[in-house]
């Protein structure tokens, strides 16, 4: 079936650095798209959402970029910090249901001090 | 704490025994979702309440599950006969309902489920 994506299971950067978090999707119809954050131990924490209609959406120091025609979003944290060490997943909303998202596998992002 | 609390945070439980867990939304928030999320996995929709009503169901739900939110506040989601397939993180969320399907979910820390 259709599924939420990503192409980099780990992703490891030093301290300052940016990093660029990846996720494909095959769904077309979806509509609206967020990032969460999950620590250890923890529920997915939201961190930013976007709707099919926007191309780019920023909130501090994160950044979301959909592009709808290769089905690409991606997420951008700035001066990455050993703080946003935790696994990542993009969610899509297929537009069908409330509340009803579809979860990608997750990247793991490793700051190193 | 006016976040998502669930209860128990931990679980675990011998093959065929039934379970109960809680979930408290925040208090404004009259949407309700459960997820199961697997070791290394997204979390996966489970059902949603809107709220005392049970809108939708999974057909990862099955007729072993069932979930309550009788008076539209806290809910709580029983298994019977416990499987070790069963094993998981059991993740509650709620949503303040708009008018759009663009909401926001806001989760708990989930009750890790350990069926021996």
């Known amino acids: 079936g259709e599924s939420v994506g990503l192409h980099l299971p780990t992703l490891s950067v030093q301290e300052g650095d940016n990093s660029i978090i990846n996720c494909a999707y095959s769904?077309?119809?979806?509509?609206?798209f967020i990032w969460y954050k999950q620590e250890s131990g923890k529920g997915p924490q939201f961190i930013i959402d976007?709707?099919?209609?926007?191309d780019k959406r920023q909130g501090q120091r994160v950044t979301v970029l959909l592009n709808k025609t290769v089905k690409h979003l991606s997420l951008q944290i700035a001066a990455t910090q050993p703080g946003d060490s935790a696994v990542y997943f993009c969610?899509?909303?297929?537009?069908?249901?409330?509340?009803?998202?579809?979860f990608g596998q997750g990247t793991i992002l490793t700051v190193h001090p | 704490d006016t976040g998502v609390s669930q209860d128990p945070r931990h679980k675990i439980t011998k093959r065929g025994q039934n379970v109960t867990f809680r979930c408290d939304p925040i208090?404004?928030?009259?949407?309700l979702y459960w997820y199961r999320q697997t070791l290394g996995q997204g979390p996966e929709f489970l059902t949603y309440?809107?709220?005392?009503?049970?809108?939708?169901k999974s057909r990862l739900l099955s007729d072993r599950f069932s979930a309550e939110r009788p008076k539209g506040s806290f809910s709580t989601l029983e298994i019977q006969r416990t499987e070790q397939g069963d094993s998981a993180m059991y993740l509650c969320?709620?949503?303040?309902?708009?008018?759009?399907?663009?909401?926001?979910?806001?989760f708990g820390s989930g009750t890790q489920l350990s069926v021996l």
């Open positions: 309440f809107q709220n005392e009503a049970q809108l939708e």
């Open positions: 969610a899509e909303n297929l537009g069908t249901s409330y509340g009803k998202l579809t």
């Open positions: 976007i709707r099919s209609n926007m």
């Open positions: 769904n077309s119809a979806s509509d609206y």
């Open positions: 969320a709620s949503s303040f309902g708009q008018a759009t399907l663009n909401e926001k979910l806001f």
């Open positions: 208090s404004e928030h009259n949407r």
